[in-house]
């Protein structure tokens, strides 16, 4: 049973470029959400999803799309990267939402330069 | 905005002893519930211990515990007979809705042979 699995662990991307951070579990969770953690900052709620369908802004969704078009993936895709957006990015599920127990994935290392 | 507070930012224990990580947070709402997250130096967030608002008792798991003071807003980790494997980052998290999740800054707790 793999969990939360994030692809890639590091990626290194120039100001302007796009990606999308890859996030899939295997559990089930209707309940999806993407995380950022910064140095001395505990992580924040960039987008989460309640469902195949339906996703919603956090505290931070600035310069950040999702979509959700199954149970199984929650892709976050940063359209035109700049440095601010460097950090280590955290992709959770979990049963019923926030309130529940989530499940983490190892998190994505992105560095822009 | 609810906030979470974690005023230590660095802790330290010897092996086998008893270790107490604060947090305070800020809230309006009656009915929530508050986690804490160890972050081990594999990256990966995995939740310790939960407690709902509503309930008087305080959660345990194993070695960890919590001290729940609702009219505080505290809310407290100890761990006991402390584990060279305690060694970690230490979040605390409060969410009421399945909006919102917000996390305190971190401590950084060492566990000493």
């Known amino acids: 049973n793999a969990g939360v699995t994030q692809t890639p662990k590091f990626q290194v991307l120039k100001t302007g470029q796009s990606m999308t951070l890859q996030c899939a579990q295997d559990m089930n969770h209707e309940y999806m959400s993407w995380y950022r953690q910064d140095p001395g900052m505990g992580l924040r709620l960039i987008h989460y999803?309640?469902?195949?369908?339906?996703?919603d802004q956090g505290e931070v969704p600035n310069g950040y799309n999702v979509s959700r078009s199954t149970t199984e993936d929650f892709p976050l895709r940063l359209l035109s990267a700049a440095p601010s957006q460097t950090s280590v990015y955290f992709c959770?599920?979990?049963?019923?939402?926030?309130?529940?127990?989530?499940?983490f994935g190892d998190g994505t290392r992105l560095s822009i330069l | 905005a609810q906030t979470v507070t974690q005023s230590q930012p660095e802790m330290s224990v010897q092996e086998a002893e008893t270790v107490t990580l604060s947090c305070t947070y800020d809230t309006s709402e009656s009915d929530y519930y508050l986690f804490w997250y160890k972050q081990p130096p594999s990256r990966q967030m995995i939740l310790v211990i939960r407690?709902?608002?509503?309930?008087?008792q305080n959660a345990t798991e194993n070695r960890f515990s919590v001290n729940f003071q609702k009219a505080a807003k505290s809310f407290s980790l100890k761990i006991s007979d402390s584990q060279l494997g305690d060694a970690a980052m230490y979040f605390c998290?409060?969410?009421?809705?399945?909006?919102?999740?917000?996390f305190g800054a971190g401590t950084r707790l060492t566990v000493k042979p």
């Open positions: 407690q709902e608002a509503y309930k008087q």
């Open positions: 999803s309640v469902g195949a369908g339906i996703t």
């Open positions: 998290a409060y969410t009421y809705n399945n909006n919102d999740m917000r």
């Open positions: 959770a599920s979990s049963n019923m939402g926030l309130n529940q127990p989530q499940h």
